[in-house]
């Protein structure tokens, strides 16, 4: 795994402090024997959850995955033993059921586990097979939701997810079926049922993807963003169409959230941060063009 970051790494009192705090709320705290199977959220470490800061400075043991930020881990006290069950450097992560099998090991020698996942645990993120895994091995545990890279991320790009005018419903798929390919969607349901889709794990199928929902009726020139590296000091938004997104999704940077949709027009009005960093001027009415508005 990367080097830790040695500046200012939190203290025993940061983790004390960390501690009270979670008293003074009467929150649960990570028991020996147990697992916790909670989210980081998408990048920034400012999105975990307080309960995934507690439970990361009390762990025995951390299994955390490649996109955990790895700042957050900064906080284990140093005699945590850190496990890195991610993708890194094109090595194969491990197996599922070998992850699960250190979640159940470490727990019933009575170490307080945490598993951390990037986002949510139960979106896209194999936190349900795990917990699954801990129930037959009648260990007890806990979820700590996280929040999604296909709402946080896109809020980072200033795009709701949800929006009055444009989209009173949202669809979350992954663009990664368990053979490799795009999953066996009914995608004309899809195409006219959803006024929005957020995609995980698309980049590489996009074009495949946006040439099913154009067969399927989309208009071809359909907004469409590609946020890479959402939440984090490397974000990038790249705003374009369904008929352009597989080229343009090439060149992007992974991990990428991908969001077709009226509302995706949302983020010249609202691209907050884009306006904080770079001083971008935003657009009072960014729904001018949409196509929601000029045909009804
Ligand atoms: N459990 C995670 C999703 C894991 S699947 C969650 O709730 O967010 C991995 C996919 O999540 C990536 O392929 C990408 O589509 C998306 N993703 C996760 N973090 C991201 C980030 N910081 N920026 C953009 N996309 C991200």
Same mark, same amino acid.
């Given at each position: 795994?990367?080097?830790? @970051? ?19 709320? &009467? ?14 959220? @998408?990048?920034?470490? $400012? ?6 800061? /507690? ?41 599922? /059921? ?25 979106? =896209? ?19 700590? @939701? ?5 709402? $946080? ?18 669809? =979350?798929?992954?663009?990664?079926? /368990? ?14 049922? &959803?006024?929005?889709?957020? =995609? ?13 929902? !154009? ?9 469409? /963003? ?28 992974? @991990?990428?959230? !991908? ?36 045909? $009804?």
């Amino acid at each position: 795994m990367s080097p830790l @970051p040695d500046v200012d790494r939190p203290s025993m009192e940061d983790r004390l402090a960390l501690r009270r705090l979670a008293e003074l709320f &009467s929150l649960p705290r990570l028991e020996r024997g147990w697992v916790w199977l909670a989210g980081a959220g @998408p990048g920034d470490p $400012g999105l975990a959850s307080f309960l995934t800061f /507690a439970a990361i400075a009390e762990a025995d043991v951390i299994v955390s995955d490649a996109l955990v930020n790895d700042s957050l881990l900064a906080l284990a006290r140093p005699e945590a033993k850190i496990i890195d069950a991610g993708k890194r450097g094109g090595k194969p992560s491990p197996k599922q /059921a070998v992850i699960s099998g250190q979640l159940v090991n470490y727990a019933r020698k009575g170490l307080r586990v945490l598993r951390l996942k990037g986002g949510d645990p139960f979106v =896209f993120g194999r936190g349900g097979e795990e917990a699954q895994a801990l129930v037959r091995a009648k260990i007890p545990f806990r979820i700590v @939701p996280g929040i999604t890279a296909g709402t $946080g991320g896109l809020a980072y790009a200033g795009i709701p997810v949800t929006h009055r005018e444009t989209n009173q419903a949202v669809t =979350f798929l992954t663009g990664y079926g /368990a053979d490799g390919k795009i999953p066996d969607f009914r995608w004309d349901a899809i195409a006219q049922g &959803s006024p929005t889709l957020v =995609f995980y794990m698309a980049r590489k199928h996009a074009g495949e993807i946006a040439a099913r929902l !154009i067969d399927a009726g989309r208009p071809i020139d359909e907004p469409a /963003a590609i946020i890479s590296n959402a939440s984090l000091a490397d974000q990038t938004t790249q705003l374009t169409t369904l008929g352009e997104l597989g080229r343009v999704a090439l060149e992007a940077q992974t @991990p990428a959230i !991908i969001v077709i949709g009226e509302n995706v027009r949302l983020a010249a009005g609202l691209d907050w941060l884009g306006a904080a960093l770079h001083g971008r001027v935003l657009d009072p009415d960014p729904l001018k063009n949409s196509t929601l508005r000029n045909t $009804g």
